[in-house]
């Protein structure tokens, strides 16, 4: 088994890899509150252990390699209840933009952004957009928890998929970090604890800014109470798998741009 972590490699190991049949995973996170009993690491830490999973997983039918995750992306929503690092779309757009060129002007040629925060997802889009047609190279995003969906479904209790410092990110981190989740806060939030859009208008398909502290006054959505190590380690291998098979899908990658 091949080192596939970038800050473990030296420069040279790295030029050596650097074909365009490589496949880059970029995990970009966010950092933010996560309630009473979850560090604001979060996101960081599950988006970068799921990354490198996959990527262990596919490099036995294709070459990749993880770069450090982008720790701060767009959380303006959590920043009301503190403990939480943002960016502005331009900022984060040029950011992201700037790890893709660096990687394209290194001869990497298939790029995924591998997103853990789900307010990163409509800028990750429009970023793709522009930057895959700038650089002529197949570039693609991806949200961990949405390319399992089906899996993660079937494993969760009390929620269908990810939410927020949830059954699904606290069992996670109880896998990985247990000494950073506190169990006992856990018990006494669930959330959300003000009205949806879905309580308003019967549908989920309108959109409006809400801060999270509006949606919930202790920052969690979810069913915390509800996780398990046991369930964490099934969610984070569902999802590697899941991230692997886009990373080894030939045809995904050769798609006509």
Known sequence: ?????????????????????????????????????????????????IARRAARIAEAQCPVLVTPVLWTGLAEHHMSLGGTITLDFATFSAL????????????????????????????LTVI????????????????????????FGAILEDQPNVRHACEAETSMMLA???????MLAA???VGPTGRE???????????????????TSHGVIGVPRRASAAKGEALLQAAAEAVSRCVIAREFWDLEA
């Not at 490699?9 to 365009?20: F, G, K, M, W, Y």
């Open 197 to 215: 859009v879905a309580d308003v208008i019967g549908s989920e398909a309108a959109h409006r800014w809400r801060s999270f502290e509006a949606r």
């Open 187 to 189: 018990a006494e939030t």
């Open 176 to 182: 990985i970090r247990p000494e950073r989740v506190d």
């Open 96 to 123: 992201v933009k700037g790890v893709c060129r660096s990687l394209v002007r290194q001869g990497f040629g298939r790029i995924l952004l591998l997103n853990g925060h789900g307010g990163n997802i409509a800028a």
């Open 128 to 151: 793709v957009n522009e930057i895959a047609p700038e650089l002529d190279s197949p570039i693609a995003t991806a949200t961990y928890w949405l390319l399992a969906a089906k899996e």
């Open 1 to 49: 088994m091949s080192e596939v972590e970038w800050w473990r490699l030296r420069a040279a190991e790295i030029r050596e890899r650097s074909r365009p049949e490589t496949v880059v995973i970029v995990p970009v996170a966010s950092t933010e509150q996560h309630g009473p009993h979850l560090t604001t690491e979060v996101d960081c830490a599950l988006v970068g252990e």
